[in-house]
């Protein structure tokens, strides 16, 4: 009997709509992404999305001794699903992006609020605050820290009995302690970020370090 060619699923805007919950909840390919503003720039730095925003000048700003100028944007309405405002820190010097600052909300995609009416889960569009800096080593700038914060708000409707709410907090900040920009090599194949796996499945010690040599403050 011939063998007839596999089906191929379709996907719908709506069920990659649903995916993007997911990327915007944070996690580590989420603070990965936001390092690399030159390979997948957020919308606002995207000249075909411009037209999506309002830029404007804000009052100077520095960084070691450095003028910078600030640019003031903000979203006409929501830009895939996101509704946000910001601004973006430029080395007056090299051209070159310092920081941004962003803070802005997110609708949950209209496929998803069905299931969650039948689930009895009520869901406030999430608020979110992020921000990544560069450093600059031999005249080249580079990622040096990125934070990301996202509020949800849940209820969960009972029939016979009050309400429960609930208030969710994610909070994830990657840091660059140390930059090897000469005589580097690739990270190995088996050590590098993938989304098949774990969190816990890919924290490696090269270092040898351990708690007493590492300091955190909050």
Known sequence: MKKGKPVEKKSSKDDKDSL????????PENLLKMADIFKDPDNFLDSNEFKNYTYAFAKSSSYNNAALMVIQYKSKG???RVREEGFIYLDIASNAIVKIESKGSYSIPTLVRPVLFVMGIGVENPTFKSSISFQQVNDRWY???MQFNMNIQVEKKRMFSKNDNSSFDIEGVLAINKLKTSNSTPVETAKRYTTKKRPEQQVFNDLKLNWSEINVIK
């Open 78 to 80: 929501k830009v895939d």
């Open 20 to 27: 993007k919950i997911g990327e915007v909840f944070g996690g």
């Open 143 to 145: 990622p040096n820290a």
